[in-house]
T-cell receptor
Framework: LAKTTQPISMDSYEGQEVNITCSHNNIATNDYITWYQQFPSQGPRFIIQGYKTKVTNEVASLFIPADRKSSTLSLPRVSLSDTAVYYCLVGRRSNDYKLSFGAGTTVTVRA | DAGITQSPRYKITETGRQVTLMCHQTWSHSYMFWYRQDLGHGLRLIYYSAAADITDKGEVPDGYVVSRSKTENFPLTLESATRSQTSVYFC???????????FGEGSRLTVL
């Protein structure tokens, strides 16, 4: 399984854009990159998934460079409610679900 | 309501007792998972199941037993609880080939 490295914590202010970069140097050809969000006392929630280039949904954007050795989750115009832990996972979408989440990145949004 | 539910949400037990955490999903997802979350360790996979009657070990399986006789249920049993098993346990499910996990609300277990 591809190992991921992401910052332990990030601070931001309301209205700013938050970018969290995840390194995954040994990503395999069939691996996808998936990000989850977790609020205190809740289970993680799927945010976005991508394979290459850019993916955007109503919550976030995911930027993946051509070499796919890293990816960046972008949260536009964050609010206090975006304070959470964000996890980057790399793995195949089938037949290999031994996914562990790691410590994630704690994003704190301040007023 | 449809979704994934865990019970009990909170449990206090004593060392050596058997504890079973229940997980039920209504989507008929093929895959189900059990994770534990401890401060500083993120979520670690205990066991997972690809279908009824098919289970496999994850990262930290020691001290746990699972079964999956029906697609919708995936109970996790601690046969003889230890203090090191004090944790928050999350169950998750996933449809095949999507890579998207849906998590329950968690079960907070304290072993005294």
């Amino acid at each position: 399984l591809a190992k991921t490295t992401q910052p332990i914590s990030m601070d931001s202010y309301e209205g700013q854009e938050v970018n969290i970069t995840c390194s995954h140097n040994n990503i395999a050809t069939n691996d996808y990159i998936t990000w989850y969000q977790q609020f205190p006392s809740q289970g993680p929630r799927f945010i976005i998934q991508g394979y290459k280039t850019k993916v955007t949904n109503e919550v976030a954007s995911l930027f993946i460079p051509a070499d796919r050795k890293s990816s960046t989750l972008s949260l536009p115009r964050v609010s206090l409610s975006d304070t959470a832990v964000y996890y980057c996972l790399v793995g195949r979408r089938s037949n290999d679900y031994k996914l562990s989440f790691g410590a994630g990145t704690t994003v704190t949004v301040r007023a | 309501d449809a979704g994934i539910t865990q019970s009990p949400r909170y449990k206090i037990t004593e060392t050596g007792r058997q504890v079973t955490l229940m997980c039920h999903q209504t989507w008929s997802h093929s895959y189900m998972f059990w994770y534990r979350q401890d401060l500083g360790h993120g979520l670690r996979l205990i066991y997972y199941s690809a279908a009824a009657d098919i289970t496999d070990k994850g990262e930290v399986p020691d001290g746990y037993v699972v079964s999956r006789s029906k697609t919708e249920n995936f109970p996790l049993t601690l046969e003889s609880a230890t203090r090191s098993q004090t944790s928050v346990y999350f169950c998750a499910s996933s449809a095949q080939n999507t890579g998207e996990l849906f998590f329950g609300e968690g079960s907070r277990l304290t072993v005294l």
